[in-house]
């Protein structure tokens, strides 16, 4: 069946760090992937998404490939911020079908200390 | 701006009460889900709903319904409230297949 792993958290970092939140994936044919973001109190946000293989997605300086070959979607960001802190979900929207249903990791909290 | 909107952000109930959660999207959207946030479980999806009137189970759906009568608004109903449905709420909405999917705030059900 369809699934998404995560890396486990708490991932703690320092302010300006480099970031990366491994995610990898199982289903067949080419899945939407998708990352969201949960601040605290907050519900999902959807952070960045990729629709085919090699694409990447990017926003607020977070990117992450779309590689088939590994079946990943890495989340990366080079310099973190305090206000980055949240927990991250990586996702996927299984290929065909009438409806999308998403599919979630079970999320990593990343804490930014200054 | 597009928005899913949540009823309520924080509910305390008894046990055994009957629970209603409403959801309202203001995006036309065709798609509704309700998943439950749990720490170290990730999202679980309860119910979803792919059209007025129609619905799907999802991965754990035992003591939950739910009802879709207008294309915005979706509801979660706890039939007989008890402590293990204690948990965070999340209602979101899609359209088409393959697109993101967009969520309300959130609602912190607690069952005492």
């Known amino acids: 069946g369809n699934s998404v792993t995560q890396m486990e958290g708490p991932v703690t970092l320092s302010e300006e760090a480099f970031l990366t939140i491994n995610c990898t994936y199982t289903?067949?044919?080419?899945?939407?992937l998708f990352w969201y973001v949960q601040y605290p109190g907050e519900g999902l946000q959807l952070l960045l998404k990729?629709?085919?293989?090699?694409d990447k997605g990017s926003n607020k300086g977070f990117e992450a490939t779309y590689r088939k070959e590994t079946t990943s979607f890495h989340l990366e960001k080079g310099s973190v911020q305090v206000s980055d802190s949240a927990v991250y979900f990586c996702?996927?929207?299984?290929?065909?079908?009438?409806?999308?249903?998403?599919?979630f990791g079970t999320g990593t909290l990343l804490a930014v200390q200054p | 701006d597009v928005k899913v909107t949540q009823s309520s952000r924080y509910l305390v109930k008894r046990t055994g009460e009957k629970v209603f959660l409403e959801c309202v999207q203001d995006?036309?959207?065709?798609?509704m889900f309700w998943y439950r946030q749990d720490p170290g479980l990730g999202l679980r999806l309860i119910y979803f709903s792919y059209d007025v009137k129609m619905k799907e189970k999802g991965d754990i759906p035992e003591g939950y319904s739910v009802s879709r009568e207008k294309k915005e608004r979706f509801s979660l109903i706890l039939e007989s409230a008890s402590t293990n449905q204690t948990s965070m709420y999340l209602c979101?909405?899609?359209?088409?297949?393959?697109?993101?999917?967009?969520f309300g705030q959130g609602t912190r059900l607690t069952v005492v």
């Open positions: 289903a067949t044919g080419y899945p939407s």
């Open positions: 995006m036309d959207h065709e798609n």
């Open positions: 996702a996927l929207s299984p290929p065909g079908g009438a409806t999308n249903k998403l599919i």
């Open positions: 990729a629709t085919k293989a090699d």
């Open positions: 979101a909405s899609s359209s088409p297949p393959g697109a993101e999917a967009f």
